[in-house]
């Protein structure tokens, strides 16, 4: 049974940090490039950072280069995104997802992990 399950979001202040953590199960970890998106209320999901499958390569979108860092540990089946310079518009549900390198059609998502960025 895949499982994705998120952690560490919350509500923080602009200007201030959150990791997130990615917990996988039931797939082959290092047979997939893992990545965090994230849709704020009315937007749609877009995806934050990417990292392949041996954390050689990355990823980020425009909006958070310089300031979120994903990594990965694949002895641990751990995906993380360092998030440093929060701002009020970085508000969103977090979702972590994982996309197979050979399969295309294999691609799982978590459950979510809201953060708040609020003063």
């Known amino acids: 049974q895949v499982q994705l399950v998120e952690s560490g979001g919350g509500l923080v202040q602009p200007g201030g940090s959150l990791k997130l953590s990615c917990g996988a199960s039931g797939f082959t970890f290092s047979m997939y490039t893992m990545s965090w998106y994230r849709q704020a209320p009315g937007k749609e999901r877009e995806m934050v950072a990417a990292?392949?499958?041996?954390?050689?390569?990355?990823n980020y979108a425009d909006s958070v280069k310089g300031r979120f860092t994903i990594s990965r540990d694949n002895t641990k089946n751990t995906v993380y995104l360092q998030m440093n310079s929060l701002q009020p518009e970085d508000t969103a549900i977090y979702y972590c997802?994982?996309?197979?390198?050979?399969?295309?059609?294999?691609?799982?998502w978590g459950q979510g992990t809201q953060v708040t960025v609020s003063s």
């Open positions: 997802n994982a996309q197979s390198v050979v399969t295309t059609s294999h691609t799982y």
């Open positions: 990292v392949a499958r041996f954390g050689l390569s990355t």
